[in-house]
């Protein structure tokens, strides 16, 4: 059974830095998208940022401030938070596709104050 346990979510005052990390376990199969969502209060969740394969993406509200990155020999996806602003706050999930079946963590929270 795929999992995947996310940590490093917290609180933080603006301008300051955050590390996710969300390891993968139970998969037989290679992971070809690893990524990130996050889920404001009220808000619908949104992409923040995902590698496929070795490409990363991002959304255009965190260009420039995140970097996403992965360890495929630990599959494990991180996400670097620098100059968080609170409009960062939300849960963030971890989500892998494996075999065109997406898998999703249980989520972390990130809480910026300004």
């Known amino acids: 059974q795929v999992q995947l346990v996310e940590s490093g979510g917290g609180l933080v005052q603006a301008g300051g830095s955050l590390r996710l990390s969300c390891v993968v376990s139970?998969?037989?199969?290679?992971?070809?998208?690893m990524g990130w969502y996050r889920q404001a209060p009220g808000k619908q969740r949104e992409l923040v940022a995902r590698?496929?394969?070795?490409?990363?993406n991002y959304a255009d509200s965190v260009k420039g401030r995140f970097t996403i990155s992965r360890d495929n020999a630990k599959n494990t996806v991180y996400l670097q938070m620098n100059s968080l602003k609170p409009e960062d706050t939300a849960v963030y999930y971890c989500?892998?596709?494996?075999?065109?079946?997406?898998?999703w963590g249980q989520g972390t929270q990130v809480t910026v104050s300004s």
């Open positions: 139970g998969s037989r199969f290679s992971i070809n998208t």
């Open positions: 989500y892998a596709r494996i075999t065109g079946f997406d898998y």
């Open positions: 590698i496929i394969g070795g490409t990363p």
